[in-house]
DNA sequence: TCGGATATAGGTATTAATACTTACGATCAA
DNA sequence: TTGATCGTAAGTATTAATACCTATATCCGA
C-alpha cells in the first residue's frame, strides 16, 4: 500500500481501538508500531521523545488531559512534517474547523470502515489530506462568505461597478462622468443605487463594500 | 554543519517550541546551549548577562511582556555581533517589516520544517541572513510603500486616530462630535489633518488608507 | 411583442465635507 | 521658561454628496 516505511502512534483512551488500528495495520505492508498511548499528557511526553523518528500520529479526540486537537497542534508546532490523523466518535462542526485549524492531515469518524481508513492514511502519506463526507457542511460554511461577496458584486451592473471602481479612486461625480462620457446625474444616479444595493449609508461604505469584495483597488 | 562553535539562547514562552529546537540541535555538532526564557523580560536580563559569550538568540515574537523584536534591538544595540533569528506563527507583513528594521539577521515561520531551520542557522553564522521564501514577495512588493504608510499611521495624534476609526464606520462629523463629546468643528479639523497627513483627496482616501495601514475595521 | 432592467439625464433640496482662517489652554521637552 | 505640539473651537465659503422625483431610449428575455 505504502511506497515507503511509516512509524505510526496512536493515541486513544479506548485500548480497545488502538488494538483495532494496530490489527488493521498489521496486515498492511510498511507500517512500524512506535507506540500508543492512553491519555493527552502520556501522550504529548512520548510523542516529544518520538520526534523525528515519527512519520504519522493516529489520535482521538476525547481524552482526559487534553485533547487530540491540542496534540495535533503541538506535534505540528515541534515536529511540521509529521503527520495527523484524527478519529472522532462525533460529527460536530466545532471540532472539525478546531481540527483544520489545528492543521492536522485528516479526520475521519470512528463509524468509517476499514476501507476508508486505510484510504485516509494512503492519501495523508503522500501528502494529501483525508476528511470524511462529515465536512462538507463546513467547507460550505468557509466558502459562503466569499460567495456572498461575490454575489454581491454581481447584483450590481456593469456600469454600476465602473462607477464604483472610481469612487474607490477618489473620484468625484464630477470626475468620473467626465471619465465615461456621460452627466454627472447619471454618476448620481449609479451612486444612489450602489448606496441601496450596497447598503451602505455613504461613499465610504462603498469603499469598504469594494475592498472586501475582493475589487481590484490600486 | 558549522565551522566554529555556537553558543545559543532561545526564547519562546511554549516550552515546547525551546524543546523542539533543543532537539535539532542537539544532533548538531558545535552548538552549545546557553539557555532559554519563556517571557520577554526574563529573557532581556538572562541575555543582558550573557553579553559576550552569545553568538545566536532565537526568539519568538509573540511573548507576554515584551517582543522578540524588542529583544532583537535591545541586542543587537548591546552586542552587535551576536546574531538573532526570529520564529513567528505568522507571515504578517507588518511584523516582517519590524524584524527587518530591528536588523533581525533572519525570519523564519514555525510552520517551517527543520532543514529550513537548520539552514537558516548556517547562513545566519556565516554573515549571512535568511528571510524565509514566502515572505520575499512580501519584501519586495510592499516594503516601501508600506511602510510609508505606516510612517504616515505613527505620525497620526492620537485623537485623530480616534476620528479617523470612526470615520471608517461611515460615522458623520456630526455623529462622531457626538460620540467624543466635542465640536463638530474640532471634528472637522481632525478630517482636514487627516486629509493632508494622509495625503487623501477625500474621506474615501482616508478609508483605503486606513485598511492599508492595518488599522482594525469592524 | 411586451415587460423589466439598464443607462441615460434633468429638477430640487438638503446635508455633509472640504478649505481656509484664527485662537486659546494644556502639556511636554529643550 | 520658552517654544512646539495637541486638542479644543469658531467663522466663512465653497464644493460634493445624498435623497428624493420624473422621464426616455435601448436591449434582452419570456
Chains 1, 2 share one sequence.
Do not use: W
Not at 60 to 76: A, L
Amino acid at each position: 500500500m505504502l511506497e515507503s516505511n511509516c512509524n505510526f502512534f496512536v493515541v486513544d483512551d479506548h485500548q480497545l481501538i488502538i488494538d483495532g488500528i494496530l490489527g488493521m495495520l498489521k496486515e498492511e505492508a510498511n507500517f512500524t508500531f512506535l507506540g500508543s498511548a492512553n491519555d493527552g499528557y502520556t501522550a504529548e511526553e512520548k510523542l516529544l521523545e518520538l520526534g523525528g523518528q515519527l512519520d504519522l500520529v493516529i489520535t482521538d479526540i476525547n481524552m482526559s488531559g487534553q485533547t487530540g486537537i491540542d496534540i495535533c497542534k503541538k506535534i505540528k508546532s515541534a515536529f511540521p512534517s509529521v503527520k495527523v490523523l484524527i478519529i472522532s466518535m462525533y460529527q460536530n462542526n466545532t471540532v472539525i474547523r478546531e481540527a483544520m485549524m489545528a492543521e492536522a492531515d485528516g479526520y475521519i469518524l470512528k463509524t468509517s470502515g476499514k476501507k476508508d481508513f486505510l484510504l485516509a492514511i494512503q492519501r495523508i502519506m503522500e501528502g494529501g489530506s483525508y476528511y470524511s463526507e462529515a465536512i462538507l457542511p463546513i467547507i460550505y460554511q468557509e466558502f459562503k462568505k466569499e460567495q456572498e461577496k461575490v454575489d454581491a458584486l454581481a447584483q450590481l451592473t456593469t456600469r454600476e461597478l465602473d462607477v464604483l471602481k472610481l469612487i474607490v479612486q477618489e473620484m468625484t461625480s464630477e470626475d468620473i462622468a467626465k471619465a465615461l462620457f456621460i452627466s454627472k446625474k447619471t454618476v448620481d444616479n449609479h451612486r444612489q443605487n450602489l448606496l441601496v444595493k450596497t447598503g451602505s449609508k455613504s461613499s465610504i461604505g462603498l469603499v469598504k463594500f469594494a475592498i472586501k469584495a475582493g475589487l481590484e483597488i490600486q
